[in-house]
């Protein structure tokens, strides 16, 4: 599970990366779209977030379990 969520970390972070650089060549050009990939932008940026939430919580547990196993040692 540890590996799709690093994966689709990965691919947020080249997708803002590519929205970032849309927002930059069409920002004084066309204001309509502009504002669009803006909005995306935003999107993409907290599905980002909310990937790495997952991902701290699942390490968090990851540890709680390690912890628990050494307890009954």
């Known amino acids: 599970m540890r590996d799709a969520i690093e ?6 972070g080249l997708a803002i990366e590519h929205y970032n650089e849309l927002i930059k060549r069409v920002k ?7 504002d669009i990939l ?3 932008l935003v999107e993409e940026v907290k599905e ?6 997952i991902l701290a919580r699942l ?3 990851e540890v ?9 040692f």
């Open 7 to 12: 994966k689709a970390l990965e691919i947020e």
């Open 28 to 34: 004084d050009v066309d204001y309509t779209t502009y």
């Open 38 to 40: 803006q909005d995306i």
């Open 48 to 53: 980002e977030q909310d990937l790495e939430d």
């Open 59 to 61: 390490e968090l547990r």
């Open 64 to 72: 709680e379990e390690g912890e628990e196993i050494i307890e009954q």
